[in-house]
């Protein structure tokens, strides 16, 4: 599979409106945000085929892979950036120096990662914004751009944060947020889960763990990493085309069974019912 790298901090790249996508599927060994211009089809991010049309942002992670498939005339908006970038940038240094390892979370939810109804506007006024002044080249425009392009990426974190407990925020305790990240970058990994191994990872106690997790998020850690899988299960069933048995492996639960029995348990319905009802 051919994978692009970044030779510079960032890049803003516009295409024309195109009749079909002239890339087969590649990979990135940087970030990558994708904004929809124009136009309706299919967005395939490690083989989870999501719908997309005018206005949605996508994010893809290093390491990703990724095609589109065009259902109609479609213009794309790329903005790419570098792990370097997030810590070089003046004013915004202490909040885009921590948006790395939030940043990187957004590969387990497919769709538009632009959760919040009011950020949308928000970001279609900047994205605007930045197809202006990338086309114009005005005075400070290097400048310009890079604030616009920090804004952006706040927002995107702020969106993506919203599947953290409703304590824990960026102010919260440093240990708090690295173990929300570490549950989240190891989901699809039952036995990096248990207690004792999050436990000696961070070198605290798992008895601690229990009590310092609890007063941080308001739930227990088990009470999180199942709450967060079923949101990634309500994902998956909304967004992709994914069997239950397949989302059931991909998540560490043992079979479809088991899936459909938690489910059930926390949310009052099964899967498909879920599915069904939502969509």
């Known amino acids: 599979m051919v994978k692009d790298n970044l030779y510079e901090p960032f890049q803003i790249v516009l295409k024309e409106v195109m009749d079909k996508c002239p890339r087969l599927e590649h990979a990135h060994s940087f970030f990558e945000l994708v904004y929809i211009v124009s136009g309706t089809g299919k967005q395939v991010i490690n083989k989870t085929k999501v719908d997309y049309r005018a206005a949605h942002l996508f994010l893809l992670t290093p390491e990703d892979s990724h095609v589109f498939e065009f259902e109609t005339p479609t213009q794309l908006l790329f903005i790419r950036f570098t792990k370097s970038y997030l810590g070089t940038n003046g004013q915004a240094h202490e909040t885009l120096n921590r948006l790395d390892n939030i940043l990187r979370n957004a590969r387990h939810e497919p769709g538009c990662i632009l959760h919040l109804h009011a950020d949308r506007n928000v970001v279609k006024a900047i994205m605007e914004a930045i197809v202006q002044e990338h086309e114009q080249h005005g005075l400070y425009h290097e400048d310009l751009l890079r ?36 549950i989240q970058s190891h989901i699809h990994e039952p036995d990096k889960l248990k207690a004792d191994i999050i436990g000696a990872h961070f070198g605290i106690s798992e008895t601690y763990l229990g009590r310092y997790f609890k007063k941080h998020s308001n739930e227990t850690l088990q009470q999180y990493i199942t709450n967060y899988k079923l949101t990634l299960v309500e994902n998956r069933l909304l967004h992709t085309n994914m069997r239950i048995g397949e989302i059931a492996d991909e998540l560490g639960f043992t079979d479809k069974s088991h899936l459909n029995r938690i489910f059930k348990k926390h949310r009052g319905m099964n899967p498909s019912a879920f599915k069904k009802e939502k969509s």
């Open 147 to 182: 604030h616009y392009v920090n804004t952006l990426l706040v927002i995107v974190a702020r969106n993506i944060s919203q599947r953290w407990p409703d304590a824990i925020h960026e102010g919260s305790d440093e240990k708090a947020v690295d173990i929300l990240h570490y």
